[in-house]
């Protein structure tokens, strides 16, 4: 290989590695960029809408249906047969002992609300063990009825358990993706705030528009605005949302937004501050985490890089001193 090849491959490389580290600030650049460009179409919309709908008193009647379907769609299928039986047994003593107050508080951080997601999730908890349990003993049985009875109770218990698991790890995992969504929400907040908007606007507006960046906190919010159409106040809504997360940065978010809804004022340069502030706690939070990783990975490399290094260094010492010594056996 000449001096010319070894210089191209070394200035390739160079342009790789260097694209490469600029690939994440270009997407972060792209990022930006269609967030700005979707919030001013929606501002716009926005400006049309309010100059196209007239301010007279026939608009009311048009406002007034999504208020009152708001009541129905809190509990659908309540009114059904359906409803009623799944009342009637999440309400019996066995509906009680399967679908707990924590398994409905799962539930429900999960994303999964009313009377049918829980009656499902109760039928499952119930059927699925006891199928599996049968299958299991009949399974056994020809080799042992004491073998049989203990694998049915022990594939019962496993089968009962992993659904209460699974909703766990969800709502771990919608936990995790509500702390990385808030910086985004109090962006979005505070830009909506800084061209005038109300508290109630920026909501719909981060909902409507916004929903699809937001994939935990835009379908609550958006509940949220259901329920303050039908009729209750705001802070009773956005408090649901932070006894339902139990997020110590969303319960401080919505406690501002609560209290300026309720007293008034500027909110831009409190959402700032506030931004900022969960910024410095996500570095720190990052920088802790990085911390316990270094000292995860000084193990893996002892495991995995030290004995590679043991023979690349040793490894040639070591067969020169067998060469030798086969060498003197031979000449003896």
């Known amino acids: 290989m000449d001096m010319t090849s070894l210089l191209s491959m070394s200035l390739l490389a160079a342009a790789g590695a ?12 792209r990022q930006r960029r269609a967030t700005t ?14 100059a196209a709908t007239p301010a007279s008193p026939s608009a009311s009647p048009s406002a007034s249906p999504p208020a009152a379907a708001a009541n129905p769609t809190a509990n659908p299928g309540s009114t ?13 003593k066995l509906g009680r002992a399967v679908v707990t107050a924590e398994e409905q508080r799962l ?3 999960c994303g999964y609300y009313g009377v049918r997601p829980r009656t499902v999730f109760g039928g499952l908890r119930v059927a699925v063990p006891v199928a599996l ?37 969800r709502a771990r995992q919608r936990l995790a993706r509500v702390a990385d969504e808030l910086p985004v ?37 958006q509940r949220a605005n259901q329920q303050f159409a039908s009729g209750r106040s705001r802070e009773q809504t956005l408090q649901r949302i932070g006894k339902l997360f139990d997020d110590e940065d969303l319960k401080g978010l919505i406690t501002l937004l609560t209290q300026v809804d309720r007293h008034g004022g500027a909110v831009q340069e409190p959402l700032r501050q506030f ?38 260094t040793a490894g040639p010492g070591f067969l020169g001193v067998i060469r030798m010594l086969a060498r003197m056996n031979g000449g003896h």
């Open 18 to 29: 260097a694209g490469l580290l600029a690939w994440p600030l270009v997407r972060q650049w």
């Open 37 to 50: 460009r979707t919030l001013d179409a929606a501002l716009d919309r926005q400006a049309v809408r309010a």
């Open 185 to 221: 929400l109090i962006d979005m907040l505070r830009l909506l705030q800084g061209v005038g908007l109300s508290i109630d606007q920026s909501l719909q507006i981060i909902v409507v528009e916004f929903g699809s960046m937001l994939h935990v906190l835009g379908p609550e919010l």
């Open 107 to 109: 539930l429900e951080q």
């Open 275 to 312: 931004g900022e502030r969960l910024q410095t706690a996500r570095k720190a939070r990052m920088k802790d985490k990085i911390g316990r990783l270094t000292v995860k990975m000084t193990g893996v490399m002892v495991v995995s890089l030290l004995p590679v290094l043991l023979i690349l």
């Open 133 to 169: 349990a049968l299958a299991a003993f009949v399974w056994r049985l020809p080799v042992s009825l004491a073998g049989a009875i203990g694998w049915s109770f022990a594939t019962f218990a496993v089968a009962f358990l992993l659904p209460k698991l699974a909703l766990r790890r």
């Open 80 to 92: 059904t047969l359906g409803g009623r039986l799944s009342e009637t047994w999440l309400t019996s």
